[in-house]
Nanobody, 122 residues
Framework: QVQLVESGGGLVQAGDSLRLSCAAS????????MGWFRQAPEKEREFVAS???????DYADSVKGRFTISRDNAKNTVYLQMNSLKPEDTAVFYC????????????????WGQGTQVTVSS
């Protein structure tokens, strides 16, 4: 069982930066691929970024070059550094854990956090 708790969301202006954190419980954190997803109002939850056990990363085209995913296995934490934020980045951001290579599908992730709101004003 893995429990995930996101933090770091907030209200920022376009062009600002935010760093999201996701703290995980459990002793096998380093074995999991960690993903970030987001869900805007009235839209489907979509893939943002993932990082696997060997720190290989993957990003959605919409955030490539602006967002960076990283992990600290000693702290059981995964991060999402978000730069040059845009109003269209406004969403609830979710952290997820799964035993896949670098999944982009929600079905590949078994554990989910409760989400943290990110609001970007223009």
């Amino acid at each position: 069982q893995v429990q995930l708790v996101e933090s770091g969301g907030g209200l920022v202006q376009a062009g600002d930066s935010l760093r999201l954190s996701c703290a995980a419980s459990g002793r096998t954190f380093s074995s999991y691929t960690m993903g970030w997803f987001r869900q805007a109002p009235e839209k489907e939850r979509e893939f943002v970024a993932s990082i696997n056990w060997s720190t290989v990363t993957d990003y959605a085209d919409s955030v490539k070059g602006r967002f960076t995913i990283s992990r600290d296995n000693a702290k059981n934490t995964v991060y999402l550094q978000m730069n040059s934020l845009k109003p269209e980045d406004t969403a609830v951001f979710y952290c997820a854990a799964g035993l896949n290579w670098l999944g982009r599908a929600k079905s590949e992730y078994k554990y989910w956090g409760q989400g943290t709101q990110v609001t970007v004003s223009s």
